[in-house]
């Protein structure tokens, strides 16, 4: 597409001009205008790159966030009259005085006049270039907030402009771009008014398909938006450029929306481009005897899961699939499962935890479950010892061990696969996009020779998680996941009761771990979060272990926080996975994963600064084997309303999908993913919530455009993605 190429950016010219007082870092701008002019442009590209700007037209989709209104001008004496309303007025008027004075600092003071009054103008930082421009008799144009001040009304740090008598006003709003410290308004105005004014912006939706499935939205022709959003007449409504309703916004969204549903179907289909090793499903091989040997029955969900997966590792193709289930829905046994497939096939398979304790477990249970079969499985973990892993590693690429599990140790430089064919995420939502491309990228098994097959031999990825994602995020940030959910979990669990307790009942909430220890249950406590100190966590988790030791002298009680070496860690949780602790207390450490059938009841402290999704994680620690479990959510009051809300929630309901759905409505979308798992800013206009319903409309427009449309694709994808489209591919 002509114009949005790699044409540079050029330096604007006369991007120093004096519209932009008040910012020191003017000076340096000032500065750099006297040496060569590669240079100068060269450092001005630079700054346009921090922001992301390094093409014409990456300027030109580079939004106002807001705008000012210098299209008017109002007398100093009214603008006096509206001090204090916190609004910006424009005045117009001759500097009748100019005076640098030194109390209580140095500082610059300006006396403005019109017709009407006087305004004092005062600056603490200026330059000597200022005090020059405005000189006594000078005609300025400054904006500001006035202010009530010791010696009368004044604008401190103006914005300042010197003008001609009648100079005429600007007949658009004045747009406020995202900055970041040295680069000033003025000049990205320049820039980007300049970029504006270069770029041809040719339409990229076909007819067809603005005339098809977009027929309902009368979408206007972008360019025209653009140029609208940059420099809007007074007379658009205000209030709709604001909150982006406006319809020049929503064209820019839905141009935003379409690129990434392009970009996430295109990711899906490169995908089936790459070869991974097939692994057909083998009667008597490992897998059936694990099935056999099982003791239980997988659900019907179970099945139909493993069905799912088992198909997609069959295929030629990488598998790259979600794993929904809630907690304690019992996605382990299926990934144990789908590593047999790979084991009977001839490959290595991988599982990563996000954290030792979890790590741990799936090794423990694991081993124990395949040991036996005759599967060596090794062991992967950043507190190893150095000889113990370089042994691990050793049988890693030796590829002697054939099922490897371990936290992010996996995914480092030194470990090396001799022929790693699935790799499985638990936890996903824990992951950065960056590791879960890591562990994919451990193929190891490309034998083929390259002459043979010229496609990437990459490993099936099966991804875990408990966090049910809600639909529309669905569809936009996993259009390219295939997605298997358990909607069931393993028969014979009673539902957990929930229960707040107010803070000052703990003594009934001691009396409760009595009862259930004497029933030869068991208990964790989990201690507050404290968010500003994790000194401050141990410190109480370490308090709360010793006031429960003293006030349950006959239970053995144990402690386990993220500061304990691992191998105690270990210990801890083994003894209490043994029943030779009934009461664990507890950071959040627990909460992801971790697997005590015979814990039934669950304190938690502090219930109220714990997220909606992280207080069902540790709830889900209870409720795994068939006695009635409880969970006790203790609170100090008053509660905060979202506090009171999120809370509310967790005594209603037990279900992980209306949990989040609850969730994503208290925090949205932003940070219900967290920036991690968002596609790294692939969204800077279109927000979930509100433009949900431009979804749908996107995903036609680009399952359209990819069929019939290669050019279109290709020119919207080059304006809107640039080069940002790897992230989407983990
Ligand atoms: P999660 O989905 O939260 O990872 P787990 O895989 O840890 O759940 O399973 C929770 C518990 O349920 C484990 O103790 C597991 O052994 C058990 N479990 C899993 N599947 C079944 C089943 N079909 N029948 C009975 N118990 C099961
Ligand atoms: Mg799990």
């Known amino acids: 597409m002509p114009g949005t190429a790699a044409e540079p950016i050029q330096e604007p010219a006369d991007a120093n001009d004096a519209s932009d007082t008040a910012a020191p870092a003017r000076g340096k701008a000032g500065a750099a205008r006297g040496k060569a002019a590669g240079s100068g442009a060269s450092t001005a590209a630079a700054r346009l790159a921090k922001l992301g700007l390094r093409r014409p037209v990456d300027l030109v989709l580079h939004l106002p966030m807001r705008y000012e209104d210098e299209t008017t001008v109002v007398p100093i004496a009214e603008a006096i009259h509206r001090a204090g309303l916190g609004l910006p007025a424009q005045v117009e008027g001759e500097v009748v005085s100019n005076e640098v004075t030194f109390r209580p600092r140095r500082q610059l003071v300006?006396?403005?006049?019109?017709?009407?009054?006087?305004?004092?103008?005062?600056?603490?930082?200026?330059?000597?270039?200022?005090?020059?421009?405005?000189?006594?008799?000078?005609?300025?144009?400054?904006?500001?907030?006035?202010?009530?001040?010791?010696?009368?009304?004044?604008?401190?740090?103006?914005?300042?402009?010197?003008?001609?008598?009648?100079?005429?006003?600007?007949?658009?709003?004045?747009?406020?771009?995202?900055?970041?410290?040295?680069?000033?308004?003025?000049?990205?105005?320049?820039?980007?008014?300049?970029?504006?004014?270069?770029?041809?912006?040719?339409?990229?939706?076909?007819?067809?398909?603005?005339?098809?499935?977009?027929?309902r939205l009368q979408l206007r022709p972008l360019a025209e938006c653009l140029r609208l959003l940059h420099a809007p007449p007074p007379q658009e409504s205000e209030a709709a450029l604001a909150d982006r309703s406006h319809p020049a916004w929503q064209r820019v969204k839905f141009d935003e929306l379409l690129a990434q549903q392009i970009s996430l179907r295109r990711a899906h289909a490169a995908r089936r481009d790459?070869?991974?090793?097939?692994?057909?499903?083998?009667?008597?091989?490992?897998?059936?005897?694990?099935?056999?040997?099982?003791?239980?029955?997988?659900?019907?969900?179970?099945?139909?899961?493993?069905?799912?997966?088992?198909?997609?590792?069959?295929?030629?193709?990488?598998?790259?699939?979600?794993?929904?289930?809630?907690?304690?829905?019992?996605?382990?046994?299926?990934?144990?499962?789908?590593?047999?497939?790979?084991?009977?096939?001839?490959?290595?398979?991988?599982l990563m935890a996000p954290t030792e304790i979890l790590a741990e477990q799936h090794f423990r249970k694991l081993?124990?479950?395949?040991?036996?079969?005759?599967?060596?499985?090794?062991?992967?973990?950043?507190?190893?010892?150095?000889?113990?892993?370089?042994?691990?590693?050793?049988?890693?690429?030796?590829?002697?061990?054939?099922?490897?599990?371990?936290?992010?140790?996996?995914?480092?430089?030194?470990?090396?696969?001799?022929k790693l064919g699935l790799?499985?995420?638990?936890?996903?939502?824990?992951?950065?996009?960056?590791?879960?491309?890591?562990?994919?990228?451990?193929?190891?098994?490309?034998?083929?020779?390259?002459?043979?097959?010229?496609?990437?031999?990459v490993p099936h990825q099966l991804m875990m998680s408990a966090t049910p994602i809600p639909r529309t995020l669905a569809m936009t940030y996993y259009a390219d996941l295939d997605v298997s959910v358990i909607d069931e979990l393993p028969p014979g669990r009673t539902p957990i009761v929930t229960r707040l307790v107010n803070d000052e009942r703990r003594?009934?909430?001691?009396?409760?771990?009595?009862?259930?220890?004497?029933?030869?249950?068991?208990?964790?406590?989990?201690?507050?979060?404290i968010e500003e100190s994790e000194a401050l966590q141990l410190q109480t988790a370490v308090e709360t272990y010793e006031t429960l030791v003293a006030a349950l002298p006959d239970l053995r009680v144990g402690l386990v926080h993220g500061r304990l070496p691992p191998a105690e860690k270990a210990a801890v949780m083994d003894d209490f996975s043994a029943n030779r602790l009934q009461v664990l207390v507890a950071t959040t450490v627990i909460e992801v994963g971790v697997d005590v059938p015979n814990a039934s009841l669950m304190v938690i402290e502090h219930a109220e600064r714990f997220g909606l999704a992280q207080l069902h994680q540790l709830r889900g620690r209870v409720g795994r084997g068939s006695a009635e479990s409880v969970c006790l959510l203790m609170y100090q009051a008053?509660?905060?309303?979202?506090?009171?809300?999120?809370?509310?929630?967790?005594?209603?309901?037990?279900?992980?999908?209306?949990?989040?759905?609850?969730?994503?409505?208290?925090?949205?979308?932003?940070?219900?993913?967290?920036?991690?798992?968002?596609?790294?800013?692939?969204?800077?206009?279109?927000?979930?919530?509100?433009?949900?319903?431009?979804?749908?409309?996107?995903?036609?427009?680009?399952?359209?455009?990819?069929?019939?449309?290669?050019?279109?694709?290709?020119?919207?994808?080059?304006?809107?993605?640039?080069?940002?489209?790897h992230y989407l591919k983990a």
């Open 110 to 215: 300006v006396k403005l006049a019109d017709d009407s009054g006087e305004l004092t103008l005062r600056f603490l930082n200026f330059y000597g270039s200022q005090t020059r421009q405005m000189a006594e008799g000078v005609r300025l144009r400054v904006r500001g907030e006035v202010r009530g001040g010791f010696f009368g009304a004044e604008m401190v740090h103006p914005t300042v402009r010197p003008v001609l008598a009648g100079e005429a006003l600007p007949d658009r709003l004045t747009p406020v771009y995202p900055s970041t410290a040295g680069i000033p308004q003025a000049y990205l105005r320049k820039a980007i008014g300049g970029a504006l004014a270069r770029t041809p912006l040719p339409e990229t939706l076909p007819q067809a398909v603005l005339q098809g499935p977009l027929a």
């Open 274 to 350: 790459k070869t991974a090793p097939t692994m057909p499903r083998r009667e008597g091989g490992l897998l059936t005897r694990f099935l056999a040997a099982l003791p239980f029955r997988l659900t019907g969900a179970q099945q139909r899961v493993v069905g799912e997966i088992a198909a997609d590792m069959t295929l030629p193709h990488p598998m790259h699939r979600l794993l929904q289930g809630d907690v304690g829905s019992g996605k382990t046994i299926v990934a144990a499962l789908a590593a047999c497939q790979a084991i009977d096939a001839g490959y290595q398979a991988a």
């Open 367 to 418: 081993s124990a479950w395949l040991e036996p079969l005759g599967v060596p499985v090794a062991w992967l973990a950043g507190s190893q010892k150095a000889r113990e892993k370089r042994h691990a590693v050793a049988r890693v690429e030796s590829g002697e061990a054939q099922l490897v599990i371990g936290t992010h140790a996996l995914i480092q430089d030194t470990v090396r696969f001799a």
């Open 423 to 457: 790799s499985v995420v638990d936890e996903q939502h824990r992951f950065g996009v960056a590791q879960r491309l890591a562990l994919r990228g451990k193929a190891g098994v490309a034998e083929a020779p390259a002459a043979i097959s010229a496609a990437e031999t």
């Open 507 to 529: 003594d009934e909430v001691i009396g409760r771990i009595h009862h259930a220890a004497a029933e030869g249950r068991q208990v964790y406590w989990v201690c507050p979060l």
């Open 638 to 725: 008053p509660l905060s309303p979202t506090a009171r809300e999120r809370l509310a929630t967790m005594r209603e309901t037990t279900d992980g999908f209306e949990i989040a759905r609850r969730d994503l409505e208290i925090r949205g979308p932003g940070e219900f993913l967290g920036a991690r798992q968002s596609g790294e800013a692939m969204l800077r206009f279109a927000d979930l919530q509100t433009d949900a319903w431009l979804v749908e409309y996107a995903q036609a427009a680009a399952e359209l455009m990819l069929a019939h449309y290669p050019e279109a694709v290709e020119a919207h994808l080059s304006r809107w993605l640039g080069g940002r489209e």
